[in-house]
């Protein structure tokens, strides 16, 4: 299948690229605390990573997925995207999140060696609208190398030392939060993660350290990484509420 094949919209407007999907699923979920693999966890009776992969092949701009699982319990995670007719390659993850999207990137290529946008979306932030995933896949298929979904700073953020103490008050217009998935030109990541030489907290880090321009798009609140059991009751409210509606 070619890339860039268009697809309809599902919400029936303009046509869509198609995209892989990278998602790292391979943290141990520590701040959780939930005594499993975070991906394994259940929201509302189904695991956050079925949550995360339907909601990327729901959004009509995915056409395979590549996820990245606790190295223990690969198996486990495939059964568990299978039984739920989820397609999805599952590979192991590695010891930090840049390690796992390197090796599902890796595997991604070589299954679908003409895809040209990949999106990599984390398994935590489960319950991404479609729109927030339709609008990076479409920015990067117009022609953009990186793209991430950001939000402006609710809070006042400050600058601290190493004993907390007041360094400076940054200007909160001039900083985003960051989300995923966040999308890039194949090109783009595959040279980020051969020359960018070190980890990142995000993949649009490395795309940076290499010297290509990162473009933003609106985020989400519901695009929210379910980190500590505050997120996971936040979460479980926010999908009743969407089961409910
Ligand atoms: N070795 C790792 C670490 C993290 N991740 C994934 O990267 C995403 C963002 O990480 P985070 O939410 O911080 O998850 P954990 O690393 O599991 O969290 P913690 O630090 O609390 O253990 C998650 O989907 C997580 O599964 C991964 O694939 N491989
Ligand atoms: C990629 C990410 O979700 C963007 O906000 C985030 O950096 C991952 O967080 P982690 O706690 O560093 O895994």
């Known amino acids: 299948m070619p890339e860039l094949q268009m697809a309809p919209d599902a919400a029936g407007g303009e046509p869509t690229a198609r995209a892989v999907a990278v998602v790292p699923a391979a943290g141990r979920g520590e701040r ?20 995360a992969v339907r909601g990327l092949l729901n959004a009509g701009c995915v ?3 590549v996820v990245a699982a606790p190295p223990a319990d690969v ?7 299978r039984d739920a007719d989820l397609p999805a390659d599952v590979v192991p993850g590695g010891a930090d999140r840049t390690d796992s999207v390197r090796r599902a990137f890796e595997h991604a290529v070589k299954a679908v060696p003409d895809v040209r946008v990949v999106l990599v979306h984390d398994a935590a932030r489960a319950f991404t609208p479609p729109s927030v995933i339709r609008a990076v896949v479409a ?22 030392d190493f004993d907390g103490t007041v360094l400076a008050t940054p200007d909160r217009s001039a900083l985003r939060v960051v989300q995923t998935p966040q999308g890039f030109a194949t ?20 795309v940076e350290k ?8 609106p985020g989400h609140a519901c695009a929210m990484k379910v980190t500590t059991p505050f997120d996971l009751a936040i979460a479980e409210a926010v999908l009743a509420g969407q089961e409910n509606s």
């Open 32 to 51: 959780l605390g939930y005594g499993m693999p975070k991906a394994l966890v259940p929201v509302r009776g189904t695991a956050l990573l079925t949550h």
């Open 63 to 65: 056409r395979h997925v």
């Open 75 to 81: 198996e486990v995670v495939a059964a568990l995207l």
């Open 139 to 160: 920015a990067v298929a117009s022609g953009a190398p990186a793209v991430i979904p950001v939000l402006p700073m609710a809070d006042t953020v400050k600058q601290v």
């Open 187 to 206: 090109d783009v990541l595959t040279r980020a993660y051969a020359e960018a030489g070190d980890s990142a907290t995000d993949d649009a880090g490395l």
């Open 210 to 217: 290499i010297g290509v321009p990162v473009a933003t798009v």
